[in-house]
Every structure is written in C-alpha cells, then in structure tokens.
C-alpha cells in the first residue's frame, strides 16, 4: 500500500502537467527570439523595454557565479533582454570584515567562490532573496541541493506574472512520499515551468573558457527551452536541448554518487581498470534507477554531456572525487563533514548526501540489491563498511 502510494506519487509528479505555460512576455519573448526578429533588432539595436526579459541567478556559489557571468555576457549581446543580471548571494562576512555582496558589486569578483574571474560589470549582487527575484520573468536556480527546500519556502507566494525557471542544481529531496527532484519541487512550490541544465562542467575549467558542453533538459515547451540554450551559451559552452527532464536531472543527480565510488578507488590506489569498471556499472545504477523511477526517460539522455559525459568528468576531477580519496586514504578515520571544511571553504559536497537519500529511496522501494553501488556508496559514507567495500559485491541485474 505503502509502495503504491509512493508510485502514484513519482508517476503522478512525472505526468502532472506543468503550470501552464507563461502568457504575454513569454509568447513575446519566443517572438523575440525568432533568428529574423532578433535579426531585425540587431540591425536597429532597439528593443521596447517591456519586452526584454530580466534575468536573476539564484545562487553565487562557485557554479553560480560561472553561470551569472555566462548569461551576464549574453544579456549584454542579446537585444531581447535586459542588460542587468540580479545574483543573489547568501551574505557572508569575509575574514577582512567586508561583505561577499559589496565586494562582488565593488570588484565584479566572487573573491571567496570564484576568485581572478571578473563576472561581468552588468551582475548585481543582492544580498535580499525577493528583491533579487521581484522583478525577473527568468529564474536560474544554482544552490547546493540541500538548501533549495528553505529556498522555495521563502520565494512561495512571491512569484507572479510570467515567469519560467532553470535548475542547475544536482540533487534530490526525499519526501514521505518519496523522491522529488528539484525541478519539481520549484515548480510546485512556485508554480512555475521548470527546465534543467546539466552537463560536464567543472565550473572553474568553464570560468576560463575551455570548451565544454551541456544539456537542457525540458518537458513541454521547445520554444522556452530554446531561450534558455541561447541565454547559456557561448563558442566555449555549447548547449543542447533534450526533452527529458527527469533524465537530465537524474543524470546530474545519480554522478555525483559514482563520484564519490571513483574518489574510494583513487584513495585506494586501485588502478584505471578498476575506475573505468566503477564507471560503467554506475552508470548502469543511473539509468536502471531512473527508469525505475520515471519510465519515461530515454536512453539516448545518457549519451548526452548531461550523461556519459558528466561520470567521466566528475569521476576524473570533480570535488566529490576529491574529498572521498581524501576519506579513503584516512581509512574512513576522518569523517566527511570535516574533509569537506577542510578541502572545499565553503563549497558543499553533494555526493554524500545524494548517496543517503538514494539509499531511503532504495530501502523504501525494496531496491537496495538491485544497486549495490548506490547502496555500497552509502554505507562507505555511514562507516558502516570500509572504503574497500567498492569492490567487494556481486553486481545484480537491475
Ligand atoms: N561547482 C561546480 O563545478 C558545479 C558544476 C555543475 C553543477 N554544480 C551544482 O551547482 C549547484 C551549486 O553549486 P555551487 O558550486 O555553485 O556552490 P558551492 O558549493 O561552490 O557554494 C556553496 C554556496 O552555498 C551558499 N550557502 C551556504 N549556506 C547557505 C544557506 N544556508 N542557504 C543558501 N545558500 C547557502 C554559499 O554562500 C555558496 O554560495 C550544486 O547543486 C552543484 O552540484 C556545481
């Protein structure tokens, strides 16, 4: 009963239309992006101001400050939106006694998350959550996972008029009722459509400009999807558009645990062959588990950057990596929370906490022998087995 309920829940949020789609700035905004209109603008530079979407990162993190200074320079290109980008920063007082905010609006640097990279002189930081989001109809959410529950709660009843969003964040919450993903949770709580975008992006190889790519993930409109690709990208990142949500933002979600299998491997010592082994079966785990949970995800999603792509660049440098061959290497003595203090000032791991509630996922379902990867993760991390549990199980069809 319990189990039927849960699955009505997941396929009912799978299937539940998305808030209706925004009415008049955002047909116009389609409009507006036509290559011909846009063209048309180019060419007299002009553009009524109602018309011009106004963008608002929410989230200043060290991806969040990457993505503010991609659509920063965008903004400042594309006729059909406003030259400004709203940030919003969780305000800290830095060790010198100043705050984050005033020295981002000062220097146009995220000193603490993004050091020696200027985020263009048209991000504004705003250290008030609704005011950085009162006047925007384009919300690009990017905290650690962890604190988007808070968040929504504090924006619920604050978002009116047209306005569409895109998560960047990878990460889950668990419900009574089981797994929301963080796309869902903004759109209900907002009610507001919601695309993702993930991809292979280590944010500080993107803050340089090195070519990466990514992965929209969208449920209805193609059109919006499209407005986002064109806010996000660059010759350095190029954006492709899927319509799959659910798998783009599981995707983004599930390789963080596999990084964190990849980092035991690495602390270990235990070799390539062993990595690209843990690799492949936790890429397996993803799609096994995001079938399960979505029947709706296709396959050709894990061949996208959102995919294959992302394991392979997180289990090679990602911070979760990181931080989980630090632990092994301590034996499983030292725990997470201090090695993430410790190895990361500030930026959050998100791998540890996707492995546990994977895990309740799992347990709930009565799946934990269907992933023991998922599973082997999440008990390395309790102390409950020792990192050199990663390779000690019987792989189980899923
Ligand atoms: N960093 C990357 O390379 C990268 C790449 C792709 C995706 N992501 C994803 O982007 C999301 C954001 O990560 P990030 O790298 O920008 O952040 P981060 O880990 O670098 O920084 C942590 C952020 O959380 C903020 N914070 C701390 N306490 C808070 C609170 N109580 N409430 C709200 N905010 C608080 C901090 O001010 C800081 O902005 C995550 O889901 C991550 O998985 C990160």
């Given at each position: 009963m319990r189990l039927r309920s849960f699955f009505f829940s997941i396929f009912s949020l799978s299937r539940s239309p998305s808030p209706s789609l925004p009415s008049s700035r955002f047909s116009s905004l389609s409009a507006a992006m036509s290559p011909a209109l846009e063209k048309s603008?180019?060419?007299?530079?002009?553009?009524?101001?109602?018309?011009?979407?106004?963008?608002?990162?929410?989230?200043?993190?060290?991806?969040?400050?990457?993505?503010?200074?991609?659509?920063?320079?965008?903004?400042?290109?594309?006729?059909?939106?406003?030259?400004?980008?709203?940030?919003?920063?969780?305000?800290?007082?830095?060790?010198?006694?100043?705050?984050?905010?005033?020295?981002?609006?000062?220097?146009?640097?995220?000193?603490?998350?993004?050091?020696?990279?200027?985020?263009?002189?048209?991000?504004?930081?705003?250290?008030?959550?609704?005011?950085?989001?009162?006047?925007?109809?384009?919300?690009?959410?990017?905290?650690?996972?962890?604190?988007?529950?808070?968040?929504?709660?504090?924006?619920?009843?604050?978002?009116?008029?047209?306005?569409?969003?895109?998560?960047?964040?990878?990460?889950?919450?668990?419900?009574?009722?089981?797994?929301?993903?963080?796309?869902?949770?903004?759109?209900?709580?907002?009610?507001?459509?919601?695309?993702?975008?993930?991809?292979?992006?280590?944010?500080?190889?993107?803050?340089?400009?090195?070519?990466?790519?990514?992965?929209?993930?969208?449920?209805e409109s193609r059109e919006i999807a499209d407005t986002w690709v064109q806010l996000f990208s660059t010759p350095y990142f190029m954006v492709t558009p899927v319509h799959d949500v659910e798998g783009v933002e599981l995707c983004g979600t599930l390789k963080n645990v596999v990084a964190i299998a990849a980092g035991f491997v690495d602390g270990l010592e235990m070799g390539n062959n062993t990595k690209a082994a843990i690799m492949r079966i936790g890429l397996r785990e993803m799609k096994a588990l995001s079938k399960l949970l979505f029947p709706?995800?296709?396959?050709?999603?894990?061949?996208?950057?959102?995919?294959?792509?992302?394991?392979?660049?997180?289990?090679?440098?990602?911070?979760?990596?990181?931080?989980?061959?630090?632990?092994?290497?301590?034996?499983?003595?030292?725990?997470?929370?201090?090695?993430?203090?410790?190895m990361l000032q500030g930026q959050k791991l998100q791998g540890v906490s996707t492995a546990r509630e994977v895990y309740e996922v799992l347990n709930h379902c009565g799946w934990v022998e269907m992933f023991p990867l998922f599973s082997t993760v999440h008990q390395i991390c309790t102390g409950r087995l020792q990192p050199e549990a990663i390779v000690q199980y019987r792989e189980h069809k899923a």
């Open positions: 603008r180019q060419g007299n530079g002009e553009c009524n101001d109602d018309l011009k979407s106004k963008v608002t990162v929410v989230g200043s993190g060290n991806w969040g400050s990457v993505a503010a200074k991609l659509i920063a320079s965008n903004a400042l290109k594309l006729p059909s939106f406003h030259d400004e980008v709203r940030m919003w920063v969780f305000e800290e007082v830095l060790p010198n006694g100043e705050k984050l905010t005033d020295i981002i609006n000062k220097t146009n640097e995220n000193v603490k998350y993004l050091p020696g990279i200027k985020l263009g002189r048209n991000v504004v930081a705003d250290p008030d959550l609704e005011n950085a989001v009162k006047e925007a109809n384009m919300l690009v959410f990017v905290t650690p996972h962890q604190f988007m529950d808070g968040i929504c709660k504090r924006l619920d009843g604050k978002i009116t008029g047209d306005v569409e969003a895109i998560s960047l964040v990878k990460g889950m919450e668990v419900k009574k009722e089981g797994p929301c993903m963080i796309s869902s949770l903004i759109s209900k709580q907002l009610g507001i459509n919601c695309c993702v975008l993930m991809g292979a992006n280590i944010a500080n190889e993107i803050a340089v400009e090195k070519f990466s790519e990514a992965t929209v993930g969208y449920r709706s995800v296709k396959d050709s999603t894990f061949f996208e950057s959102c995919g294959v792509a992302d394991v392979i660049t997180t289990c090679l440098g990602g911070r979760n990596r990181r931080v989980a061959e630090a632990y092994a290497k301590s034996g499983g003595k030292r725990s997470f929370d201090e090695l993430e203090a410790e």
